[in-house]
């Protein structure tokens, strides 16, 4: 019976102190970059709560943590730089960024977060695309390629070679080299 009432007590405490417990979560992965340029993203933090940025250190996994998850670490993660950032109200970021341009359009990878009472891993696959341009941007190229050549189209003459001409484009006349 004592055993029982001890049991008892040993799991409420265990019930109370888990409510206690800070779980820190991480979230989507959101890009603010794109194919060649240098990598801008961010990765939402859960449950911050009472931590501040010093006490929550990220970092990309080890070798071996790569290894055991079966995900392939490859050289140009080495290059990849975590800063965290609190919001105060219970959230936060994780700043993921480069110096320099990704030329990889896939990137496959595991974060390690710590923190005083805890330690998550989570794998993080992106798919890069290529950058946008906007209309404005993109109209003086349209324009160019759509305006029509300016150069009349000559009758053919035959010359002192006595090689025939060759019509290479619209409006383009040559002789063709034997």
Known sequence: MVRNKLAAAIA?????????????????????????????AEIRLLNTEDLDPSQVKVKLASNSDFANAGVSREFFLTNLKFKVVMDGKGGGVIKVFTREPVLEPYLNFLIEAHWPSGRLMREYTVLLDLPVFSDSEAAPVKAAQAAPSKASARPVTPSSSNRPAVQTSPGRLCNRVN
């Open 12 to 40: 409420a405490i265990g019930a109370l102190q888990a409510g206690l417990v800070n779980a820190l979560g991480m979230g989507d992965f959101s890009l603010n970059s794109a194919l060649n340029q240098p990598l801008n």
